[in-house]
């Protein structure tokens, strides 16, 4: 394992290639601290020691009383005694000089138990021990027959799979054999009281052997320092990840506006969009996608030809591509000439996209009929739906004979059972991934196809290769990162469309010892925050406007009035039809107390819906707000709040109905610069509406998107901003206005903390 | 088999029970008819013959040169002799008084010859011989030991599956045993030329042995008389139907509005829901439910617990529980109280749902969690994720054990790989289905809750027993829909709501010599239809609102005017603020040519609007339309279509662009009643806008249902129309008003067809 210069190399080393490792549990056959040795013996790995109360050893493996006795001192040590004992290991450890200890003991904070997992963290401190766990599942390297975890030892391969869940860990290593998968590393960090997402993922970015990176996790350890890990890791290697707890998005129901309509799942689908992970729905798309990212070559372009020997199942994938945003083009007339005329082609079959050999398919037909189509398309699927009379392996022979013919990528889902048993390690050693449905394999194919367009930019010449060559890419990777270039990079850019002033201030969400490496999303929120915003307590519209004014952003011509009279006036003044709107303090929300009156045409009219609003604003009231009625705007919505985890989101939707009942908003972790806003335009299910329908002219998308990458930063340079609405924005053919503009503020207490950050 | 009086009795006793069969095809080892005779005799039927141009026999099975030749007449005809060859073999099976021949042979209709198939059917139908296929993968009756197909022997179960494709049908078989699903009976029908999908789901609806049909369909013979077959089979058992081709509904691209909106697949979709059937996306998720169907009591409710001994699984479980429309309620305290003092409980669980025994979690604490929560929801998901040193057998009695002891539904996710083997066998003994993840479970948990639902009106204790008792109901079950009662029966209803004169006509949909059984779908396109449109050509708004009018239903008050000056008294005689159209003959999307000019309030502005929309109407022009502006009117589109496949299909849908850009339809295959049109409504993504939203008062939802279900009976009334268009309705607190109605006829050609089957 290559791993970065400076503080970080000490720890992935000790962890992952340790000379010598100590396991401290019990000896007695069965108890964890003797499965823990028989993993590791079994696993090939012997510069082992047990530590114990009694010294005593097993199955060949010397026991010792304490860490310190053991004359070759471990790098590694891992810790399967009870939970009161850990704290007294660990300072055994650190006085040994071991680097890491791997912690599998539960008991602490996932069952209330936060002090005592404290203490230990504090002792590891004080001796420079990292620490992995507690309460996890172990760790594995294959590469150097590391299998200290009582989980099942899995094959090795290019998957490295990182889980919060020891025992999701564990089931998926279980799983992995018959799922024709295989893994470089697992490391299950289970509380992660120390070591966590975001120093694995950094860790496995410059791991030669691992090629993709798979994530289990409920709760990242800090929004923004793992925004910034995955993104430099998904730049250099696909980067799969499984969140769940999508289902918890109900305790944020209480929050304002914005917020609600956010939810956390989606702030969290938004993120790890943002950052260019790939989130899967469970661990069978995972292993879906990880076989097909480490097997087939790079998927250059969305156009897919299927072969079956079988019309259903290949109907039911190519539903499945046109679901998943693949093209099943036409074959061209020549080609389909060239095929008819072959001896390898039944003449029941069919010529069409799929191409259906029927049951006569032989070897030489999908072999004949796969490289003709991958002459015309960018991937294809090969289907046997087989029987027990027709032999499997020399159809499979076909398959692979024509991947490496064209090496182009190739997709198989031999169907089923028994009957097909013969072809798969033909498919295997032929590196074409198998799926259990067609329907599996296009989805695949998709997300592969999707991911290898988001790195087209960096050069269609090194990603064309056969396969993708990750790891000698990294470090050019990592560089392009760091100087905020390039498509990939699709985080804060700190150019005219970034943050204004983005400056590099002190550490934040630094959790041990060691520097982290920053990224622009941690950087984003860790400037010194001066500006305030200008008003005392709660906004009303007519400060939140002005303010907004002055930041740049285009408000409505507006009157405040205090007097029936003035509001008569103010009709004539704006244009002969105007809304008028309550002021007043302890009302945020106009329109549910009918303090919005719309199409005012006439003095009287003005005088009488002065007169309401006055009794609708009550104690609190200011005055009138009186705006020209805007016409033949379409109505947006734009949004800011913060989340708990990732700190300031901005929102953006088609305004009224469809944000609130429709849901169709998009959402980004903020800042974004405007082709993010524009990208997130695009995003809304009605998104034809803004382009013009039934005849109507389209909109100006830029202004709307400069709008949205504008807000999005005003977290970054006002502390006490929590939340702000503007709703409705009325865009135009030829920009945009404001129609209204809510915001609230961080309570005092609030604005201590940085950015949203925990 | 218990089969039907009448007809239908003799081909399902023959197909299925036959006393002997004979094959006819090549004895040569290798050739299909040697293979068939080998799958016969391994499935232990003997009473077999082989029928070849040189008479020979072969594996002790007696040759004949002919059928007629057999001493034993045959009930049961297998042909798997070359395509020019079947028409003289079913000849012969004929004349030897065969009473059905299954034609695996392929080379008919589906590679271009039609012709040769037809003539088979001729000669079939000549000698009343029955025909399963050609181009099909035979046929299986696990309990006769009849295994006439070339594909893999399943085991025998409680499932019917029927195929429309051979191939598919064989990739189940295989598949089965891995996934623990055994068949009572198989039949591929490949390209059906007289049995088909409607024959099969009636025999299978009342045969003892078949407790859940699952169908693979790619195209329905006949839409209506599927509607009517499926229908009465989903009343009394469940229908698993996998429908592919979904991405063809391109096909319909260039239709009209309506058309468009519905598409093909879409309308397939609301006639799977409308009769019962249950629609499943591909085969893994058709196993899922199969298992669950014939394993699991009945699932009386939405209420689900899950008892795990990992967190992450259980997460990811409870993700998908929420997504699928399940509640995982908090268990009550008393129960949390009781469970935290069992010594079977971990101190490190969690007793919330889920409910977490982590890894220490033994037989005991399964079975007692279980026990304890199904007290209090209506099912249980038991998750297991094992480790290699934790035995998992014990763990699959525990929750055996809890599934006996309540009689509650309680399904499995047992994981991983071979450290769960041991515990497979345990919970097939025990009834617990097992599924590959928490999420399928779930999924299945929940579709099978909505089936339960849907059949709850028949009276909750007959449904309640310890499994369903389908085959016992069948009878009565089949009578209730006879008389168009219950809520099951969501088809079309001779009451009130129904069609009004809904007159059993001749027969239609009939392909064979034998009638089939009658539905009310297919009743509802048999009357005579004797009405035609009061007009002559295209027509044009104002004679469609006249004949809408005189139906019944609500137009606008409305002036047609041909003079400007008649124009601008319009706009004082209708309200002060009229919206003006062009009426023109080649005009019927006004819209798009800007042909409707709204909020004409001043005479000066209808005059010139008048002299505007005369230029438009061209050579067409036949006058201007003023009507009042509505206020306050929520906009409806309500559709009618006729599809190619089912006929008459009916929508509604949130007007403007929620239609158009957001495709918010619902669709159902006409006619329906009120009851189905308010479903119609609840189904909208944009509902809530119905109900009022931002302190909106709710709109007449009772006035859209009825015009919904009127508008869904007019295709029966009105031989000549093919499409009516009412976009928009306005919706109003109390009753509606259509605002613009278009309507297209049908050529005097296609009027001759019926109600839009084929």
Redesign the interface.
């Known amino acids: 394992m290559t791993a970065e210069k400076g503080h970080e190399t000490s720890w992935v080393k000790a962890l992952f290639e340790p000379r010598s490792v100590a396991v401290v549990g019990s000896a007695s056959p069965?108890k964890l601290g003797y499965?823990l040795i028989e993993q590791l013996l079994a696993g090939g790995f012997d510069h082992v020691s047990l530590v114990g109360p009694k010294g005593q050893g097993t199955l060949g493996v010397p026991g010792f009383r304490s860490i310190g006795e053991i004359p070759d001192a471990p790098d590694l040590v891992v810790v399967a005694s009870p939970a009161n004992t850990v704290e007294s290991v660990i300072e055994d450890a650190g006085r040994a000089a071991a680097k890491v200890a791997v912690i599998l003991t539960?008991?602490f904070a996932?069952?209330g138990n936060g002090r005592a997992e404290r203490a230990v963290l504090q002792t590891a401190r004080r001796f420079g021990v990292r620490l992995v766990g507690p309460n996890c599942?172990g760790i594995v390297n294959t590469r150097a027959n590391l299998f200290p975890t009582?989980?099942?030892r899995p094959h090795s391969g290019d998957v490295a799979f990182v889980?919060?869940?020891?025992?999701?860990g564990?089931?998926?290593l279980?799983?992995?054999?018959?799922q024709g998968v295989g893994f470089s590393k697992f490391v299950s960090y289970g509380n992660g009281v120390d070591l966590t997402d975001v120093d694995f993922l950094d860790a496995l970015r410059t791991d030669t052997e691992t090629r993709v990176v798979a994530l289990?996790v409920?709760t990242v350890s800090d929004g923004r320092a793992f925004l910034d890990a995955a993104a430099r890791l998904a730049a250099v290697k696909p980067l799969v990840v499984?969140k769940?707890?999508?289902?918890l998005s109900g305790v944020r129901a209480a929050m304002s506006h914005t917020g609600s309509l956010a939810g956390s799942d989606a702030v969290y689908d938004a993120a790890l969009r943002q950052c260019g992970a790939i989130r899967v729905?469970?661990?069978?798309e995972m292993f879906d996608l990880c076989r097909g990212f480490t097997t087939l070559p790079v998927v250059l372009g969305k156009r897919l030809a299927i072969v079956t020997?079988?019309?259903?199942?290949g109907?039911?994938a190519?539903?499945?591509?046109?679901?998943a945003g693949l093209e099943?083009p036409m074959l061209s007339e020549a080609l389909r000439a060239r095929l008819a005329t072959s001896p390898h082609m039944s003449?029941?079959?069919s010529l069409a996209n799929p191409i259906d050999l029927?049951?006569q398919g032989t070897e030489a037909g999908y072999y004949e009929a796969l490289v003709a189509v991958l002459g015309e398309v960018d991937a294809a699927l090969a289907i046997d739906?087989?029987?027990?009379?027709l032999d499997a392996a020399p159809i499979a022979r076909g398959v692979v004979a024509a991947a490496r013919a064209t090496g182009k990528p190739v997709a198989a889902s031999f169907?089923?059972?028994?009957?097909?048993e013969a072809a798969l390690p033909i498919l295997k050693e032929g590196s074409v991934p198998n799926f259990?449905?067609g329907?599996q394999a296009v989805n695949a194919i998709s997300r592969i196809a999707a991911w290898t367009a988001r790195h087209e930019g960096r050069g269609r010449e090194s990603v064309a290769t056969r396969r993708f060559s990750w790891s000698s890419r990294s470090e050019e990777a990592h560089d392009a990162w760091g100087a905020s270039s390039g498509p990939i990079a699709r985080g804060p850019r700190t150019g005219a469309c970034g943050p204004k002033s983005v400056v590099r201030g002190p550490e934040s969400g630094v959790r041990g010892p060691e520097s982290r490496v920053r990224g622009p999303w941690s950087a984003a929120v860790s400037e010194p925050l001066a500006q305030r915003l200008p008003w005392e307590g709660e906004g009303l519209e007519p400060e939140v406007l002005d303010w907004l004014e002055g930041e740049g952003f285009p408000g409505p011509e507006r009157r405040l009035v205090t007097s029936a009279s003035a509001a008569a006036d103010a009709v004539g003044a704006l244009g002969g039809c105007v809304a008028l709107k309550v002021v007043a303090s302890g009302i945020s929300h106009k329109?549910?107390v009918?303090g919005v009156i719309l199409g005012v045409r006439t003095k009287a009219a003005a005088r009488d819906a002065f007169a309401k609003l006055r009794r609708i604003g009550g104690k609190g009231f200011r005055g009138v707000l009186a705006t020209p009625m805007v016409r033949d705007g379409v109505e947006l919505l734009v949004g800011l709040s913060r989340d708990p985890q990732f700190g300031p989101v901005v929102a953006v939707g088609l305004g009224g109905?469809h944000a609130?009942?429709?849901r169709?908003v998009a959402l980004r972790v903020a800042p974004i610069d405007v082709a993010e806003g524009k990208a997130m335009l695009d995003e809304l299910?009605?998104?034809?509406?803004l382009h013009g329908?039934?005849?109507e002219a389209p909109r100006d998308l830029d202004a709307a998107a400069r709008l949205v990458a504008g807000v999005s930063l005003l977290p970054f340079h006002y502390v006490d901003l929590a939340e702000l609405d503007l709703n409705p924005v009325f865009l135009l053919e030829d920009g945009l206005v404001i129609g209204d503009a809510r915001a609230v503020r961080r309570d005092a207490a609030a604005t201590h903390e940085r950015g949203g950050s925990r």
Do not use: C, F, H
């Not at 020997?309 to 199942?313: F, L, M």
């Not at 190519?318 to 679901?323: E, H, S």
């Open positions: 069965g499965v539960a008991g996932e069952s599942a009582l989980e099942t889980s919060q869940s020891g025992a999701l564990g089931a998926v279980a799983w992995a054999e018959e289990y409920e499984i769940s707890g999508r289902s729905a469970g661990i069978e020997n079988s019309g259903g199942p109907v039911l190519a539903d499945a591509a046109d679901a099943l003449a029941l079959g029927t049951v739906v087989n029987t027990p009379y169907m089923a059972g028994k009957t097909v259990a449905t329907e329109t549910d009918g109905v609130e009942v429709l169709d299910r009605g998104e034809a509406i329908v039934r005849g």
